[in-house]
């Protein structure tokens, strides 16, 4: 069965520092995979997406990026964290030719301080 | 571009009371509609999808769900709630043939009193 994983579960960061969050699924081939970011009373927002490797699609412009270096891997990064950056993170896949449903892994909270 | 709005913020019921959540889309296309949960400390998982054929859905947990695409809607039921629903639910729209994302809503608490 697929599984999908991201750490660190929680992470607290200064202001200007940098940031790495990974995502890894396993059991599936070629998934598409998507960041997402979750706010308190605003649902889900969608920061990127990939359909392949080194292939990213931003969504909404910021302080963040995103990169697929393999197959099953996809790393949320920020060379400066901002103080808005915090939030609730979560990855997810679904499957490439039918992409319809997307399953989440368990999300990586963030607080810059 | 699609959006999703979900009326209800936060909605409080005592055991074995009735549900309904309301959500409603916006795109003129073919959609493909999912109710997600979010239990306390637990993953987002998916709770009920409609892609095509009967309107009414049936998902995990005794709950349902009913799209009227006249209505634009794809609210959730369920006819006796337990202290165990307690979640926040997402009602989210993927654009067929798409493999760009899922549109979600702003969510719903639901606090179920036992």
């Known amino acids: 069965s697929q599984t999908i994983h991201q750490w660190p579960a929680t992470l607290v960061q200064p202001v200007g520092s940098p940031l790495s969050l990974e995502c890894t699924v396993e059991?599936?081939?070629?998934?598409?995979l998507y960041w997402y970011r979750q706010a308190a009373g605003r649902g889900l927002q969608l920061l990127f997406y990939?359909?392949?490797?080194?292939?990213i699609s931003s969504e909404v412009p910021q302080n963040l990026s995103a990169s697929r270096p393999q197959d099953r891997q996809f790393i949320l990064s920020s060379k400066k964290l901002l103080l808005s950056d915090s939030g609730f993170y979560l990855c997810?896949?679904?499957?490439?030719?039918?992409?319809?449903?997307?399953?989440f892994g368990p999300g990586t909270r963030l607080t810059v301080t | 571009a699609q959006s999703v709005s979900q009326h209800n913020h936060h909605v409080i019921l005592s055991e074995a009371a009735s549900l309904e959540l309301g959500c409603n889309y916006s795109y003129g296309g073919t959609v493909n509609l999912f109710w997600y949960v979010q239990y306390p400390g637990q993953h987002l998982q998916l709770l009920l999808k409609y892609f095509s054929g009967d309107p009414l859905v049936k998902g995990i947990k005794g709950f349902e769900a009913e799209f009227i695409k006249s209505k634009f809607s794809f609210n959730l039921r369920k006819p006796s709630v337990q202290w165990s629903d307690t979640a926040e639910y997402f009602c989210a729209v993927n654009v067929r043939g798409s493999a760009r994302q899922l549109t979600f809503g702003s969510g719903t608490q639901l606090t179920v009193l036992p």
């Open positions: 997810a896949w679904s499957v490439r030719h039918q992409p319809y449903e997307q399953y």
């Open positions: 990939s359909v392949g490797i080194g292939q």
């Open positions: 059991g599936t081939s070629n998934p598409n």
